[in-house]
């Protein structure tokens, strides 16, 4: 059951009645109202709008206790282990062929782009890389379910946002090895990608930054009267950062329609979920910012995909935020500077490999007989082909002059950038062998 849990805002129809025509349960915090039956003063005496909200008197003296585990927010999920649906599951936005087989493409590409340049960094090729192993369906998921108009700020493991978007295999080749076809011109970290056609804004490292922009961003569409959705990716670690909670209090405030996706997958790199944080998860933190909560496994392809068609219907409609938390696994390390495996179990590792989310959702499009074990054979070996012809194309593309280092910022140089220009090509031409292989002064 797909369940939208917190505090709804009222803005003309009633929040409840535009949840209701669609279909979806709510629980709401319910406003302070005296008992039936209850005198004026009595109501008077028992309640009492503060500057800062409302509340209810009581004359018992109680600590409120942390919500137990059978309170906490319930996990949706629309396919089984196996891939089939499970009978009875709400399911208010059913996939289509061509979307599913677009949708296991797209994952297909992501995993074996995955593979290959991680093994590209391994043998030198490029500096650093990042895969999204074992999230393949939240970030394809959520990515179906978004409009192409909406705008996305991610964290560094949601690059299949982008190839969902029409981003190749070629162009992520270029960014990570930093080419002349590369759009940030090599000034940037491997996996930092980022697109202004594809409404995709540019990766950075520090966790959680993208967070107030995402809400920046959100609230600058509703001045405009865009009826366009922000979409904020991040990872439960960088839910510990000041950032998180700047947004979401920015966004509930000042009624941004932006999408929170919290991807848990369990660990911040070598840090345990359990050492992060109590309570319950990140989604149990919405409701204590008013902002309408919701949970599904990330494993779910279709879960993921429902999820966020009711999230973003819900954040256009109120024009207001939404805070969405799918439940993952980080199948990979961290990144090709970590080694998981010095502080995970091998036997947790290989349990979570078993669950991948790609065979999963093979299963639901072989339940559907949209998709066979040949076809899937015959589709992984094409991608495989696609993905090394890019490497290797890439690889073979000369590198921005180091001229370029200078532009981009200013419209006319200014002094001091003169001088450190006119100092970088003084000592080049002094020492020509500090100049990498393929890379020229101008």
Same mark, same amino acid.
């Given at each position: 059951?797909?369940?939208?849990?917190?505090?709804?805002?009222?803005?003309?129809?009633?929040?409840?009645?535009?949840?209701?025509?669609?279909?979806?349960?709510?629980?709401?915090?319910?406003?302070?109202?005296?008992?039936?039956?209850?005198?004026?003063?009595?109501?008077?005496? !028992?309640?009492?709008?503060?500057?800062?909200?409302?509340?209810?008197?009581?004359?018992?003296?109680?600590?409120?206790?942390?919500?137990?585990?059978?309170?906490?927010?319930?996990?949706?999920?629309?396919?089984?282990?196996?891939?089939? !649906?499970?009978?009875?599951?709400?399911?208010?936005?059913? $996939?289509?062929?061509?979307?599913?087989?677009?949708?296991?493409?797209?994952?297909?590409?992501?995993?074996?782009?995955?593979?290959?340049?991680? !093994?590209?960094? %391994?043998?030198?090729?490029?500096?650093?890389?990042?895969?999204?192993?074992?999230?393949?369906?939240?970030?394809?998921?959520?990515?179906?379910?978004?409009?192409?108009? #909406?705008?996305? =700020?991610?964290?560094? %493991?949601?690059?299949?946002?982008?190839?969902?978007?029409?981003?190749?295999?070629?162009?992520?080749?270029?960014?990570?090895?930093?080419?002349?076809?590369?759009?940030?011109?090599?000034?940037?970290?491997?996996?930092?990608?980022?697109?202004? #056609?594809?409404?995709?804004?540019?990766?950075?490292?520090?966790?959680?930054?993208? $967070?107030?922009?995402?809400?920046?961003?959100?609230?600058?569409?509703?001045?405009?009267?865009?009826?366009? @959705?922000?979409?904020?990716?991040?990872?439960?670690?960088?839910?510990? !950062?000041?950032?998180?909670?700047?947004?979401?209090?920015?966004?509930?405030?000042? %009624?941004?329609?932006?999408?929170?996706?919290?991807?848990?997958?369990?660990?911040?790199?070598?840090?345990?979920?359990?050492?992060?944080?109590?309570?319950?998860?990140?989604?149990?933190?919405?409701?204590?910012?008013?902002?309408?909560?919701?949970?599904? #496994?990330?494993?779910?392809? $279709?879960?993921? =995909?429902?999820?966020?068609?009711?999230?973003?219907? %819900?954040?256009?409609?109120?024009?207001?935020?939404?805070? @969405?938390?799918?439940?993952?696994?980080?199948?990979?390390?961290?990144?090709?500077?970590?080694?998981?495996?010095?502080?995970?179990?091998?036997?947790?590792?290989?349990?979570?490999?078993?669950?991948?989310?790609?065979?999963?959702?093979?299963?639901?499009?072989?339940?559907?007989?949209?998709?066979?074990?040949?076809?899937?054979?015959?589709?992984?070996?094409?991608?495989?082909?696609?993905?090394?012809?890019?490497?290797?194309?890439?690889?073979?593309?000369?590198?921005?002059?180091?001229?370029?280092?200078?532009?981009?910022?200013?419209?006319? $140089?200014?002094?001091?950038?003169?001088?450190?220009?006119?100092?970088?090509?003084?000592?080049?031409?002094?020492?020509?062998?500090?100049?990498?292989?393929?890379?020229?002064?101008?």
């Amino acid at each position: 059951m797909l369940r939208l849990v917190g505090k709804l805002p009222l803005q003309g129809r009633s929040a409840l009645s535009l949840l209701a025509s669609r279909g979806l349960k709510t629980s709401v915090a319910s406003p302070c109202a005296a008992p039936a039956g209850a005198s004026a003063s009595a109501s008077a005496a !028992e309640f009492l709008d503060y500057p800062g909200g409302r509340v209810q008197f009581t004359p018992s003296l109680t600590v409120q206790q942390p919500a137990a585990q059978s309170e906490s927010i319930p996990c949706y999920r629309v396919l089984d282990g196996q891939g089939v !649906e499970i009978p009875g599951a709400e399911v208010a936005h059913a $996939l289509d062929k061509d979307t599913s087989i677009k949708m296991y493409h797209t994952m297909l590409t992501l995993q074996t782009v995955d593979t290959l340049f991680y !093994e590209a960094q %391994r043998q030198g090729r490029f500096s650093f890389y990042m895969t999204s192993t074992g999230e393949e369906a939240t970030v394809i998921g959520a990515a179906a379910a978004l409009s192409p108009e #909406d705008i996305v =700020f991610t964290q560094y %493991r949601e690059q299949g946002v982008l190839m969902w978007r029409g981003f190749t295999p070629r162009q992520m080749a270029d960014q990570c090895y930093g080419n002349v076809n590369d759009v940030g011109k090599g000034r940037q970290m491997p996996v930092h990608y980022g697109s202004r #056609d594809l409404k995709f804004h540019t990766v950075s490292s520090p966790l959680g930054t993208q $967070l107030p922009h995402a809400v920046g961003a959100a609230y600058a569409a509703r001045l405009q009267g865009k009826n366009v @959705l922000t979409a904020a990716f991040f990872g439960e670690g960088a839910a510990s !950062e000041g950032d998180f909670h700047a947004a979401l209090n920015f966004a509930a405030t000042l %009624r941004a329609p932006v999408l929170f996706l919290c991807r848990n997958n369990g660990w911040a790199i070598s840090t345990p979920a359990s050492e992060q944080y109590r309570g319950d998860g990140i989604a149990g933190r919405g409701r204590a910012y008013g902002i309408p909560t919701l949970r599904c #496994d990330g494993g779910d392809a $279709l879960a993921v =995909f429902n999820a966020v068609k009711a999230a973003r219907e %819900r954040s256009l409609e109120m024009q207001g935020p939404v805070l @969405l938390e799918a439940m993952s696994y980080r199948s990979g390390h961290h990144s090709t500077s970590d080694d998981s495996s010095r502080y995970r179990a091998a036997d947790e590792m290989k349990a979570w490999r078993q669950r991948d989310a790609v065979t999963r959702f093979e299963g639901f499009l072989a339940s559907k007989g949209w998709f066979d074990a040949e076809e899937t054979a015959a589709l992984r070996k094409s991608i495989r082909k696609e993905v090394i012809k890019a490497l290797e194309e890439a690889a073979k593309t000369p590198k921005p002059p180091v001229s370029e280092l200078f532009t981009d910022v200013y419209d006319k $140089l200014p002094a001091h950038l003169l001088q450190q220009q006119e100092e970088v090509a003084a000592f080049l031409k002094l020492y020509p062998e500090a100049l990498p292989p393929g890379v020229k002064l101008q």
